[in-house]
């Protein structure tokens, strides 16, 4: 039977746990999968800007889940968990920094790989719209919602002619000028922090565009989303680093579990 998975560094962002569009099932069957030694949870994965809106009645047995998957990594491989606070989850404001055991929360986070640094970060404070204009990061968040409903429908009727999932939200965003500039912009802004710092690369998450790319000489890593793109970044242990999609990995996990029923008929 083929291993798991292990990874020395694992990133995920952008959960939302708490909204309707969270793919938490999906973020949990990868963690429950794979073995790694530290677990980066880089912001928003719980999201409070919805859960304070809607109350606990948006919390759901499968976001409970999720973290014990966490927690039974912790217990059982040792894994070192960083949470790193996003935007949506800024009501950790208060407690960071803490550790306690294997966790920690922090505002940002500095990662040693191979001999390279590489500054992490959710990435909302270098993004004007949400650190100067709260209102309107929030005006923008209910458009987005709506965006991901329509998505949602367009999805359900794709399942029922017998068409694989796509993502009408990402492709709009890919095709809008104003969206493509805003992400080179803040692509830009952190590379240009990450060299400041004398940093040989960035780990961040925030506007839900999975990447893995030099820019000017320094590493620019973004770990997406488990909203739309379903992404995570993952590290092995000579430091080489990937975007891993959900739909990737569950490909290879049919496939192996195939393997598996085969050996064992």
Not at 59 to 78: A, D, L, Q, V
Not at 118 to 145: C, P, Q
């Given at each position: 039977?083929?291993?798991?998975?292990?990874?020395?560094?694992?990133?995920?962002?952008?959960?939302?746990?708490?909204?309707?569009?969270?793919?938490?099932?999906?973020?949990?069957?990868?963690?429950?999968?794979?073995?790694?030694?530290?677990?980066?949870?880089?912001?928003?994965?719980?999201?409070?800007?919805?859960?304070?809106?809607?109350?606990?009645?948006?919390?759901?047995?499968?976001?409970?889940?999720?973290?014990?998957?966490?927690?039974?990594?912790?217990?059982?491989?040792?894994?070192?968990?960083?949470?790193?606070?996003?935007?949506?989850?800024?009501?950790?404001?208060?407690?960071?920094?803490?550790?306690?055991?294997?966790?920690?929360?922090?505002?940002?986070?500095?990662?040693?790989?191979?001999?390279?640094?590489?500054?992490?970060?959710?990435?909302?404070?270098?993004?004007?719209?949400?650190?100067?204009?709260?209102?309107?990061?929030?005006?923008?968040?209910?458009?987005?919602?709506?965006?991901?409903?329509?998505?949602?429908?367009?999805?359900?009727?794709?399942?029922?002619?017998?068409?694989?999932?796509?993502?009408?939200?990402q492709a709009i965003?890919?095709?809008?000028?104003?969206?493509?500039?805003?992400?080179?912009?803040?692509?830009?802004?952190?590379?240009?922090?990450?060299?400041?710092?004398?940093?040989?690369?960035?780990?961040?998450?925030?506007?839900?565009?999975?990447?893995?790319?030099?820019?000017?000489?320094?590493?620019?890593?973004?770990?997406?989303?488990?909203?739309?793109?379903?992404?995570?970044?993952?590290?092995?242990?000579?430091?080489?680093?990937?975007?891993?999609?959900?739909?990737?990995?569950?490909?290879?996990?049919?496939?192996?579990n195939v393997l598996?029923?085969?050996?064992?008929?």
């Amino acid at each position: 039977m083929e291993q798991r998975p292990y990874y020395r560094t694992v990133v995920l962002s952008d959960i939302h746990l708490g909204t309707s569009h969270s793919k938490v099932n999906e973020a949990s069957d990868f963690l429950s999968s794979v073995d790694c030694e530290r677990l980066i949870l880089n912001g928003d994965i719980i999201d409070g800007w919805n859960l304070q809106k809607s109350g606990v009645k948006k919390w759901k047995p499968e976001h409970t889940r999720f973290f014990k998957i966490i927690m039974n990594m912790m217990e059982k491989h040792g894994t070192e968990v960083i949470y790193v606070r996003g935007n949506h989850d800024d009501f950790l404001d208060s407690l960071v920094p803490m550790r306690f055991g294997n966790i920690q929360i922090v505002k940002d986070y500095m990662l040693e790989s191979n001999g390279r640094y590489y500054f992490v970060t959710h990435g909302d404070v270098f993004d004007r719209v949400t650190t100067e204009m709260k209102w309107l990061a929030k005006l923008g968040d209910i458009g987005y919602t709506l965006l991901l409903w329509l998505n949602g429908l367009y999805n359900r009727y794709r399942v029922k002619h017998g068409k694989p999932y796509y993502s009408l939200s990402q492709a709009i965003k890919q095709k809008v000028k104003t969206a493509v500039s805003y992400i080179s912009d803040f692509e830009r802004v952190l590379v240009s922090f990450a060299r400041a710092r004398e940093c040989d690369g960035v780990i961040c998450g925030h506007i839900h565009h999975p990447e893995n790319s030099m820019i000017d000489g320094i590493h620019y890593l973004n770990s997406g989303d488990w909203v739309e793109t379903l992404s995570a970044l993952t590290e092995d242990n000579e430091g080489n680093w990937q975007v891993m999609y959900y739909s990737d990995f569950a490909l290879r996990e049919s496939g192996s579990n195939v393997l598996a029923l085969n050996i064992a008929s």
